[in-house]
């Protein structure tokens, strides 16, 4: 069994990495991002005091995508690397022209000097999409029929920028582990913060509907004060057969690979398939054994960190 678990995880490797598509050929972009540096009651920075970029990035092609890493590099006035990091988009899949917000935490192990000393001297950051995973090769997508019912914004009295909403199943199935994500945006529609759940509920049935409550993860009264806008994505653990045809279409501006193949990748190719062939009985088994795994966005924040929303005003 150590054997063929092996051969799997190298077999879907190397298959996985053909999907994989470069800044330049990229099917994602960055839209906006704003920065700011994380205070002392932040959930998601390393430590107070990091330089923290929030943003947005959308499908700009025709298929669906999964795993949109992104780059982020702070230079200083001098044009100078000061530090580089990356993070994932929070969403599993997306649609061709979805949105998903990204938080980028520049830490003191992101900087050469190992400390924080240079953040007041950052004059630029770059963030570019570095890769994103094109899903158009498989059979399966995201079950799709949970949506936000309803949403109030309110702002008590710590001046926390607050969100009631909830969830309801309108599909046939039962969604596992739904949670939403909500991207803030100030009046010139910049992302100026983001707020992920933790799971809701581990099982949300047919015509349930399931209340949440959202405020941005670093939120100050200065954070709140420039909120004028917000959307909210609701994703679940739940996989569907898809049930139309997929197309792969190279996304505008991409370059052509080579038609020439050399022996050695061919003779991997005939490899890899002769290997998945074999243990594709032993993969259905699999699944049917255990629950799918998937690789969730970074984790949400620690519940006992975050500050209970105070009871939302009576609805008139």
Excluded: C
Aim: aromatic content about 8%; overall charge negative; cysteine-free.
């Amino acid at each position: 069994m150590v054997i063929i678990a092996a051969l799997v995880l190298a077999a879907f490797s190397i298959l996985s990495t053909q999907n994989v598509k470069a800044d330049s050929t990229s099917e994602a972009r960055v839209l906006t991002y704003t920065s700011y540096v994380a205070p002392s009651n932040t959930v998601l920075a390393s430590e107070s005091g990091d330089y923290i970029v929030v943003g947005e990035v959308e499908n700009v092609g025709s298929n669906i995508i999964a795993s949109v890493t992104i780059q982020g590099i702070a230079f200083g006035s001098d044009g100078g690397e000061l530090a580089t990091t990356t993070t994932q988009a929070f969403a599993y899949y997306m649609l061709p022209g979805q949105k998903a917000p990204f938080y980028l935490d520049f830490n003191a192990a992101s900087s050469s000097s190992d400390d924080l000393t240079w953040v007041s001297s950052v004059s630029q950051v770059s963030v570019s999409v570095n890769s994103v995973t094109d899903t158009s090769n498989t059979t399966t997508r995201q079950y799709s029929d949970l949506s936000i019912a309803a949403e109030t914004p309110y702002i008590p009295g710590n001046d926390t920028y607050y969100l009631v909403g909830t969830v309801l199943n309108n599909g046939t199935q039962t969604a596992q582990d739904p949670w939403v994500v909500t991207t803030f945006y100030n009046s010139a529609r910049q992302v100026v913060g983001l707020n992920f759940t933790d799971e809701l509920t581990s099982s949300l049935t047919p015509g349930e509907p399931w209340e949440f409550f959202a405020s941005p993860a670093d939120d100050t009264p200065t954070l709140t004060s420039e909120i004028t806008n917000y959307t909210s994505v609701v994703d679940s653990l739940t996989f569907v057969n898809s049930t139309s045809p997929l197309t792969t279409p190279s996304p505008a501006g991409s370059s052509t690979a080579s038609t020439t193949t050399s022996m050695s990748q061919f003779t991997t190719l005939l490899l890899v398939v002769a290997v998945v062939v074999v243990i594709v009985v032993i993969l259905a088994v699999l699944m049917l054994l255990r629950k799918r795994q998937k690789t969730l966005p970074p984790p949400p924040p620690p519940t006992s960190t975050l500050t209970p929303p105070p009871t939302p005003p009576a609805t008139p």
